[in-house]
């Protein structure tokens, strides 16, 4: 999580949650309790899935595309890219892609379930 005071200056936090409901949940509470309204993560994989649908109902949530939020060659590890995608985010460069209402997307599992 960062957070800019008036002077311009970024205070990073960290906290590390299960992906399990409950540690999902307990991130969702951490994210109020902080006052954090935003939510900018990347959509790899399936993995992004579990903590939007918590986290959609209390907070504003930018979905980047992995392709869009690469950071530049080296010693990568996800703390730094969290941290680079919260740089990227606060500086408004993050293109959101596109999710469909709650209610389309139960429709759309449905469908696919159904097809199956």
């Not at 060659?73 to 709650?102: E, I, Q, Y």
Request: charged fraction near 30%; charge should be positive; hydrophobic fraction near 35%.
């Amino acid at each position: 999580m960062a957070s800019t005071n008036n002077k311009g200056v970024t205070i990073y936090k960290r906290r590390r949650f299960s992906t399990f409901t409950k540690g999902l949940r307990e991130l969702s509470q951490w994210l109020c309790e902080n006052d954090c309204k935003d939510v900018c993560m990347e959509s790899t994989g399936k993995y992004w899935i579990s903590v939007f649908n918590v986290l959609e109902d209390s907070c504003n949530i930018t979905l980047a595309h992995p392709k869009y939020v690469k950071a530049i060659r080296g010693k990568k590890t996800d703390k730094k890219d969290a941290k680079w995608n919260a740089d990227l985010f606060k500086h408004d460069l993050v293109a959101r892609s596109f999710m469909p209402p709650l209610s389309i997307r139960q429709l759309h599992d449905l469908m696919r379930y159904r097809f199956n």
